[in-house]
C-alpha cells in the first residue's frame, strides 16, 4: 500500500467519493463524530459527503435534533448522533474535564461553583426550555456567579460533559441549548471497554486507512486506550505495514486498483475537515513545505485535488450572492482548473446563492 492508495481508500470511506448515504443523520452515524466548532463549515463538510444535499435542509435536520452539537472527543464541538451521544461523553468526558481542571482554576470556578451552575441549568431548561448563551449567562449571574472572560464556556461545557446539556434548535443565528434527557431518548450505556471498540470500529471503518497514534489523537485517548479499543475491533479489520508503521482498515473498503475519484477531482473543503483532522500524520495528503501555508491544513478551507492539498479557499457573502476565492499553490492541470470552477458553483447550489 502507497500514498495513493491510503488517499483513495481514505476518500472512499470518508464518502467523499460515491458517498452512498441519503441524509445528514446518516452521515453522522458512520463518521461517528465530526468536529464542528466552525458550524458553517462543518455543515459543508456534510454537504460534501452526501449528494445533493443544501445548507437549508442540514440546519433543518439540526434544528428537529436529529444530530447534535457538543464538546467530545477532543476539547472542540462535533457533531454527534443522538444514540451516540451518552457512551462517547461517558468514555471521553472524563478526560476533557482532566484537561480543563487548570483553565478552572485560574478561572477561579471551583466544584461549588460548577454544582450550582447546574442547578440553575436544569431549572431553566426543564419543560423542553431551549435558551441562549446569552440568556443563561443572565439566569447564572443573577445567582451571582460569575460569566466574565470565558467563564461562560467553561461552566456550559462541564454541563455537557456530565450529559446534563445539549445543543438545543438554533433561534435566528444564535445557538440554544436543551436538556440532554428531554431531547434524546434513553439508551444504553457501554460499559468502557465497549465504548473503546465501537469508537474504533468507527474510526478505522469510516477513516480507514488509519495508524493507532491517528485513532489516539483522533479520539482523544490515551495510545492505552486506543490500544485497547483497536484490539476488540481488530478482528473486523485488516491491516498492511507501511515503512514499520501498521495501517488498519475495513475489509469491504473498495479495491485501490479501482480509483475513487480521478486524478483531477477537486473538494473545497472548510477548516477541521476531517480529511485532515481526523489524522495525526497529514503527509500523504499535505505536500512537503505546504503546511504552514495552508494552516497544516486544518485551520484553513482547503483545495483538494485528487486527493492531495494544493492551495486554500475562502469564501465572502454578499447581498447578491457568494464570492469564492483561491489561493492554488500548486500547478494545475486545465481538467483541475475545470474542476475548481464546478466545485464553486456546487457551493453556491449548496448554500442556494449565486455565485458572484
Known amino acids: 500500500m502507497n500514498s495513493r492508495d491510503t488517499i483513495q481508500r481514505r476518500l472512499a470511506n470518508q464518502q467523499l467519493a460515491a458517498g452512498r448515504f441519503g441524509d445528514s443523520p446518516e452521515l453522522v452515524r458512520w463518521m461517528g463524530c465530526i ?56 468514555l471521553t468526558g472524563p478526560r476533557i474535564k482532566a484537561f480543563n481542571k487548570n483553565y478552572h482554576r485560574s478561572l477561579e470556578i471551583g466544584s461549588d461553583v460548577l454544582k450550582r451552575s447546574k442547578t440553575i441549568l436544569t431549572k431553566a431548561l426543564t419543560g423542553g426550555q431551549h435558551l441562549d448563551r446569552k440568556a443563561l449567562a443572565a439566569l447564572l449571574q443573577k445567582a451571582r456567579i460569575n460569566t466574565d472572560d470565558i467563564r461562560l464556556t467553561f461552566l456550559l461545557m462541564d454541563a455537557e460533559l456530565d450529559g446534563l446539556i445539549c445543543s438545543g434548535p438554533r433561534k435566528g443565528k444564535q445557538f440554544t441549548y436543551a436538556l440532554l434527557d428531554e431531547r434524546v431518548a434513553p439508551a444504553a450505556v457501554l460499559s468502557k471497554a465497549d465504548a473503546l471498540g465501537e469508537l474504533a470500529r468507527r474510526y478505522f ?31 473486523a479489520l485488516q491491516s498492511e505495514v507501511v515503512n514499520g508503521q501498521a495501517y488498519w482498515f475495513s475489509p469491504e473498503m473498495p479495491s485501490p486498483s479501482k480509483p475513487a475519484v480521478a486524478a483531477s477531482t477537486v473538494y473545497l473543503l472548510p477548516s477541521y475537515d476531517e480529511y485532515a483532522v481526523a489524522y495525526k500524520d497529514r503527509s500523504d495528503i499535505v505536500p512537503e513545505g505546504m503546511a504552514l501555508k495552508t494552516g497544516y491544513s486544518i485551520f484553513k478551507p482547503i483545495v483538494v485535488v485528487g486527493g492531495k492539498v494544493v492551495g486554500v479557499w475562502q469564501r465572502r ?10 489561493d492554488i ?11 475548481i470552477k464546478k ?6 447550489d449548496f448554500l442556494g446563492k449565486k455565485v458572484v
Open 205 to 235: 471503518t469510516s477513516r480507514g486507512p488509519a495508524t493507532l497514534p491517528d485513532f489516539a489523537w483522533w479520539g482523544g485517548l490515551t495510545l492505552t486506550d486506543a490500544r485497547e479499543g483497536l484490539e476488540r475491533c481488530r478482528a
Open 329 to 339: 499553490m500548486s500547478p494545475l492541470s486545465k481538467g483541475a482548473e475545470a474542476g
Open 317 to 326: 457573502l454578499t447581498k447578491d450572492g457568494v464570492v469564492v476565492e483561491t
Open 35 to 90: 468536529q464542528a466548532q466552525d458550524f458553517a463549515g462543518a455543515k459543508w463538510a456534510v454537504g460534501n459527503r452526501v449528494k445533493g444535499l443544501s445548507e437549508a435542509v442540514i440546519e433543518k435536520d439540526f434544528n428537529e435534533g436529529r444530530f447534535l452539537r457538543t464538546h467530545v472527543l477532543r476539547p472542540t464541538w462535533h457533531f454527534v448522533a443522538p444514540e451516540d451521544i451518552r457512551w462517547m461523553l461517558r
Open 343 to 348: 466545485a464553486i458553483r456546487q457551493y453556491g
